[in-house]
């Protein structure tokens, strides 16, 4: 048997192999998402690039807005890899233009504009840590500079004609402020604009993005249908909880695996990953199939998964995926002898103390953590000495006014993953 499917009034003859093939995409490409808007055209989409072999172009833009990426950031880019896999054009576009208003999105206030040459920066940076999750040979990287910096105002006026603002108003964060009478600069309704004209210079087939972005991606799809485009399809991501499992994975709220961060570090964080939300993450931001997944989640429902190996797993593939395998397996057996076998690590660095620079040879335990660079400031230190997370020699140390005698070699804890071996000078 086989079915004929019409799309842009041409006909395709689908083989059952054909068929078949359309369905497993479409397996993988629903994995972890929202929304498919809407389904029906993506299904179409892929016939025709099973029939023709002529892949979709998949878009995914971002405003260079920060320098460093966390894991939160890679479940759109994990969306991605699958495309590229499933052999499609992965176009990544940075918003170096748009990034210099700042999307507004659920922003209470105007952003502040970055400066040209820190759009340049940040886009570089991302350009360099999406490799680690995309394959960087098969990227086409675009620079919204390119054609929205030629636009004539003529060109803008006829943009904005496109829409109303009756439908910028239809945003939320656009109509809170608006009901709140704070204050919306006309620049800031340029921005979905803007973005939505990408799609049209792009001619994408397909647009992903967070949930918080779904206005801006079917503005694309508007914008495409007013210039005479196939309309793009468009796909939501969730946005992943963070390590304290309730707000979003921020690095401002401090509860999000950095992928520019030490192996070891990654490791230990992935380790307090909340285990309602193990396989979330392993969904929404590892590379393992469909089917492995399927398993692990059977695996961990009946008992013949421990969680505690489930997590130990997941923190050796996030340490995989953005350090290598030989960083992968360090950072694991560092952590069973550390943490499991209770043992201090082989490796401790080594700061050198001037004795002469402390009364007596003894120093404040808050002092001396914030001087062996194990705490960003002295009020962290006196937070974790509370908290009881810091150890001299493994003898744990609470009392935020306790001396300790310096010694060379005496070891300082800080936390589950900070030593310091003093060396006196």
């Known amino acids: 048997m086989s079915e004929v499917v019409q799309e842009n009034k041409e006909k395709f003859v689908l083989t059952e192999s054909q068929k078949q093939e359309v369905e497993r995409q479409l397996a993988i490409i629903r994995r972890g998402v929202m929304e498919i808007i809407p389904e029906e055209e993506l299904r179409r989409k892929l016939e025709r690039f099973v ?25 759109v880019l994990q969306k991605m890899r699958q495309f590229q896999e499933l052999g499609h054009t992965i176009q990544l576009l940075i918003g170096d233009y748009t990034g210099r208003i700042g999307d507004p999105t659920g922003k209470s206030e105007t952003r ?14 991302y350009v360099e840590q999406f490799g680690k999750v995309l394959d960087a040979d098969r990227i086409t990287v675009h620079y919204n500079s390119t054609w929205l910096a030629p636009l004539t105002f003529e060109n803008v006026l006829e943009l904005a004609a496109k829409t109303t603002v009756a439908r910028m108003l239809e945003r939320d964060d656009f109509q809170k402020r608006y009901n709140n009478n704070l204050p919306i600069s006309v620049h800031e309704f340029f921005y979905p604009l803007m973005q939505g004209y990408d799609s049209v210079a792009l001619e994408c087939d397909i647009e992903l993005g967070g949930t918080d972005q779904k206005f801006n991606l079917l503005m694309g799809r508007n914008l495409q249908k007013e210039y005479g ?11 992943l909880e963070g390590l304290d499992g309730v707000q979003k994975m921020s690095k401002s709220l401090g509860n999000y695996i950095g992928v520019n961060e030490a192996p070891n570090e990654i490791y230990g964080k992935a380790m307090s990953v909340p285990d309602e939300l ?8 590892t590379d393992i199939s469909n089917e492995e997944l399927e398993a692990l989640r059977n695996g961990l429902a009946d008992g013949s998964i421990h969680p505690r190996d489930a997590k130990m797993n997941l923190a050796k593939t996030f340490v995989r995926m953005f350090h290598g395998e030989e960083a992968a397996q360090e950072a694991e057996n560092y952590f069973k002898t550390v943490f499991q076998q ?21 120093a404040n335990i808050v002092n001396l953590a914030f001087d062996l660079k194990l705490v960003a400031s002295k009020g962290d230190a006196r937070r974790m000495v509370q908290q009881g997370a810091v150890k001299v020699n493994e003898e744990k140390v609470d009392d935020i006014n306790r001396t300790v005698k310096l010694e060379d070699g005496m070891v300082v804890q800080v936390g589950k993953r900070k030593f310091a071996k003093v060396k006196l000078s």
């Open 51 to 75: 029939v023709t072999g002529q892949p979709l172009k998949v878009k995914l833009g971002l405003d260079p807005s920060a320098p460093d990426i966390h894991v939160g950031h890679t479940v």
């Open 112 to 125: 502040k504009q970055l400066t040209e040459e820190q759009v340049k920066v940040n886009a570089q940076s």
């Open 229 to 239: 485009q196939e309309p793009q399809v468009i796909i939501t991501m969730p946005l």
């Open 278 to 285: 193990m396989l979330r993450y392993y969904e929404l931001a």
């Open 342 to 362: 209770r043992a201090l690590p082989t490796d401790i660095p080594e700061v050198t103390v001037d004795l002469s620079a402390y009364e007596n040879g003894e």
